[in-house]
């Protein structure tokens, strides 16, 4: 179930996700389009750690994810403009 996951698994979660990620899905996530809008794959990524582990502070995230701080920003900023996640 999406949100239930305790927020120390996310790190681990991703881990185990990359490999697919690399593999399967990375070539269709540089070419999400949603409403007429291309969404970069640091946009996507951040919507699952948010779909899994919610709430999260940015900074866990930044460090669970190895996103840096001002790339996670500037896409939560995005995405909440867009109405697709909530600050």
Same mark, same amino acid.
């Given at each position: 179930?999406? +949100? &239930?996951?305790?927020?120390? &698994? =996310?790190?681990? @979660? $991703? #881990?185990?996700?990359?490999? &697919?990620? $690399?593999?399967? =899905?990375?070539?269709? %996530?540089?070419?999400?389009?949603?409403? +007429?809008?291309?969404?970069?794959? /640091?946009?996507? !990524?951040?919507?699952? +750690? /948010?779909?899994? $582990?919610?709430?999260?502070?940015? @900074?866990?995230?930044?460090?669970?994810?190895?996103?840096?701080? +001002?790339? %996670?920003?500037?896409? !939560?900023?995005? /995405? #909440? #403009?867009? #109405? /697709? !996640?909530?600050?």
């Amino acid at each position: 179930m999406l +949100g &239930s996951m305790p927020a120390d &698994s =996310l790190s681990e @979660a $991703v #881990g185990a996700f990359m490999p &697919s990620l $690399v593999a399967h =899905l990375n070539p269709l %996530l540089h070419q999400t389009t949603h409403c +007429g809008r291309s969404y970069s794959q /640091l946009e996507v !990524i951040v919507v699952l +750690g /948010l779909a899994l $582990v919610r709430p999260m502070r940015p @900074a866990k995230m930044s460090r669970d994810l190895a996103i840096e701080k +001002g790339s %996670l920003t500037a896409a !939560i900023r995005r /995405l #909440g #403009g867009l #109405g /697709l !996640i909530e600050g």
